[in-house]
T-cell receptor, first 116, second 112 residues
Framework: AQSVAQPEDQVNVAEGNPLTVKCTYSVSGNPYLFWYVQYPNRGLQFLLKYITGDNLVKGSYGFEAEFNKSQTSFHLKKPSALVSDSALYFCAVRDGRGDNFNKFYFGSGTKLNVKP | DGGITQSPKYLFRKEGQNVTLSCEQNLNHDAMYWYRQDPGQGLRLIYYSQIVNDFQKGDIAEGYSVSREKKESFPLTVTSAQKNPTAFYLC???????????FGDGTRLSIL
């Protein structure tokens, strides 16, 4: 079964420190992986994706993610956190099989709190 | 997302009532999706459509119905059969395979 796990409900970090938001996945075939951010009462905004190629993917607002096939992980990172990064972050994987070709599976979300 | 309009932003449903949530897009994307978001549960897929006049059930389709008569529009009806409709509903679109989804700003549905 296709699934995404975000093991931390909440991550707290001080402004200026590096941040990591964890994601592991289970998917048949090659994974298409995505990170999104959500601010209160808004829709999700796309940050970055991995389809193929370099394992380190760079995205919007200084975020990057590292794809690790052996650990089936796709952790989101940023070298220096900003208070404005405080939001809810979702990891997602696209199902590449047959009739489910266009289905996406989302993790439960991780709330990032960046303290001044 | 400026290209996807969900309305209304807030909606209240009375007992036994059907309500319809609107999703309109001007991105010319083929695929459209409806998700339900509950606190701590992430997004769960209700229905999706890859082309006009075709749609598939997602993981939690019971109590919901959709139509896709136009490429730009994918309305969701929450029927009286959905006993726990209180949630944040998100509409999304996608262009080509491998591309990310684009999301509207959601409709928050509550019970009166």
């Amino acid at each position: 079964a296709q699934s995404v796990a975000q093991p931390e409900d909440q991550v707290n970090v001080a402004e200026g420190n590096p941040l990591t938001v964890k994601c592991t996945y289970s998917v048949s075939g090659n994974p298409y992986l995505f990170w999104y951010v959500q601010y209160p009462n808004r829709g999700l905004q796309f940050l970055l994706k991995y389809i193929t190629g370099d394992n380190l993917v760079k995205g919007s607002y200084g975020f990057e993610a590292e794809f690790n096939k052996s650990q089936t992980s796709f952790h989101l990172k940023k070298p220096s956190a900003l208070v404005s990064d405080s939001a809810l972050y979702f990891c997602a994987v696209r199902d590449g099989r047959g009739d489910n070709f266009n289905k996406f599976y989302f993790g439960s979300g991780t709330k990032l709190n960046v303290k001044p | 997302d400026g290209g996807i309009t969900q309305s209304p932003k807030y909606l209240f449903r009375k007992e036994g009532q059907n309500v319809t949530l609107s999703c309109e897009q001007n991105l010319n994307h083929d695929a459209m999706y409806w998700y339900r978001q509950d606190p701590g549960q992430g997004l769960r897929l209700i229905y999706y459509s890859q082309i006009v006049n075709d749609f598939q059930k997602g993981d939690i389709a019971e109590g919901y119905s959709v139509s896709r008569e136009k490429k730009e529009s994918f309305p969701l009806t929450v029927t009286s059969a959905q006993k726990n409709p209180t949630a944040f509903y998100l509409c999304a679109t996608r262009d080509r395979a491998g591309q990310p989804q684009h999301f509207g700003d959601g409709t928050r549905l509550s019970i009166l």
